[in-house]
């Protein structure tokens, strides 16, 4: 098993362009979820999914988007890029919902960098 | 809502020395709580949880950690450090959703 892959590693961005962080996992979990990670600030949730098709908000979801189209995927989505977006974004994925005893299986992030 | 504190953003220690890394939580609801490490370049990855079974739990790596309702803590312990030990560190409660604290810096110095 891969686990849990995100694409790409690093980018630089100027401000007001969009892309699409991409995350995939092959532990058919349920549910998804992405983070950003700032120095001395620990991991804050920004978007969830609990399965295909169902998305909800995090702890700081503004500027972002999700979709959930397949269980394997979960793409993150930033159309007006920011240097307040400026970060490492992991993604993460569990058999059971946050807030029980399941473990996240995290990524290897991507290193983002809005000029 | 729940949340985490670990005191110390930088611990650094001999080779060799005691390990102890400081979690500190607060929660509504019975909590489940998590260490998680994460080495340079890398996603997280788990070291051990509590999920009530017993207050005393063994991870990975020789770390275990204690929960203590008590004095709301889960504090991080490895009798001896090795070089290997240096990564970031992060606890994490586990109650209505998942709650990160800021993180632990371990140096481990020859």
């Known amino acids: 098993n891969a686990g849990v892959t995100q694409t790409p590693k690093f980018r630089i961005l100027k401000i007001g362009q969009s892309m699409t962080l991409q995350c995939t996992q092959d532990?058919?979990?349920?549910?998804m979820y992405w983070y950003r990670q700032d120095p001395g600030m620990g991991l804050k949730l920004i978007y969830y999914s609990v399965g295909a098709g169902i998305t909800d908000k995090g702890e700081v979801p503004n500027g972002y988007n999700v979709s959930r189209s397949t269980t394997e995927d979960f793409p993150l989505r930033l159309e007006l890029a920011a240097p307040s977006q400026t970060s490492v974004y992991f993604c993460?994925?569990?058999?059971?919902?946050?807030?029980?005893?399941?473990?996240?299986?995290f990524g290897p992030g991507t290193r983002l960098t809005v000029l | 809502a729940q949340s985490v504190t670990q005191l110390g953003s930088h611990v650094s220690v001999s080779e060799g020395a005691l390990v102890l890394l400081r979690c500190n939580y607060s929660s509504s609801v019975p909590p489940y709580l998590f260490w998680y490490v994460q080495y340079p370049n890398q996603g997280l990855q788990l070291l051990l949880k509590?999920?009530?079974?017993?207050?005393l739990v063994k991870g990975i790596n020789g770390f275990e950690a204690e929960f203590k309702k008590s004095e709301t803590s889960f504090h991080l312990t490895k009798p001896s450090a090795h070089m290997s030990d240096a990564a970031e560190y992060f606890c994490a409660v586990s109650a209505n959703d998942m709650r990160f604290g800021a993180g632990t810096r371990l140096t481990v110095k020859p």
């Open positions: 509590y999920t009530s079974a017993a207050t």
């Open positions: 993460a994925s569990s058999f059971g919902l946050a807030g029980g005893t399941d473990t996240q299986y």
């Open positions: 532990m058919n979990h349920n549910y």
